[in-house]
């Protein structure tokens, strides 16, 4: 199936702004995505994850989603203004029941978002890692590649 990451996005943010008011998201999405391969309830499940992650560990400043052509590719980026996560860390948070730190009751979990998201992205033929800007000292973000759909293009709205 070919996937509007527009949509997919702003269902995913609806949602996410529906069980935490509270936050601020902002979106960027670009006008000229191309569509993606795979399944859009994969990519919604996806986004729910890093913006889940966002609300639990980001702190109180806005998170942001970005989404933007590269090339023939899709970059997809859920950004917070967290504490981060130390460099050494930045691969193994994507392993099944992997938490950092002690489980300390105000952000429960088991562990399994980010695998389940990597394991979604790389089945839709994508990538998936995260950064925590060293020069900042906090902050986490989570980038996704896709491949576009060669020549396609989604309306511009
Ligand atoms: P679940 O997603 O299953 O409810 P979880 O959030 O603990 O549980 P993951 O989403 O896989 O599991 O994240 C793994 C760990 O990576 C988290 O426990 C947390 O320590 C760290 N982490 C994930 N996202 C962020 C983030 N945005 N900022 C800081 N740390 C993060
Ligand atoms: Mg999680």
Redesign the pocket.
């Given at each position: 199936d070919w996937v509007d990451v527009t949509d997919v996005i702003q269902s995913a943010v609806d949602r996410t702004r529906k069980y935490s008011p509270g936050r601020a998201i902002e979106t960027g999405i670009a006008p000229d995505l191309p569509l993606i391969k795979g399944d859009s309830v994969l990519l919604g499940q996806v986004l729910f994850?890093l913006l889940?992650?966002?609300v639990?560990?980001?702190g109180e400043e806005p998170i942001n989603v970005y989404a933007r052509r590269d090339g023939a590719d899709v970059l997809i980026s859920v950004t917070?203004l967290?504490?981060?996560?130390p460099s050494e860390?930045l691969d193994r948070?994507?392993e099944k029941f992997?938490?950092?730190?002690k489980p300390d009751g105000r952000?429960?979990?088991?562990?399994?978002?980010?695998?389940i998201?990597r394991g979604f992205v790389e089945a839709m033929g994508g990538k998936i890692h995260?950064e925590s800007p060293a020069l900042k000292k906090r902050g986490?973000r989570?980038v996704m590649r896709f491949p576009g759909a060669e020549g396609s293009r989604t309306e511009p709205r």
């Open positions: 994850n889940d992650n966002a639990k560990y980001g917070d967290g504490k981060g996560i860390d948070v994507f992997y938490r950092r730190g952000a429960p979990g088991t562990g399994l978002g980010l695998s998201a995260a986490t989570v």
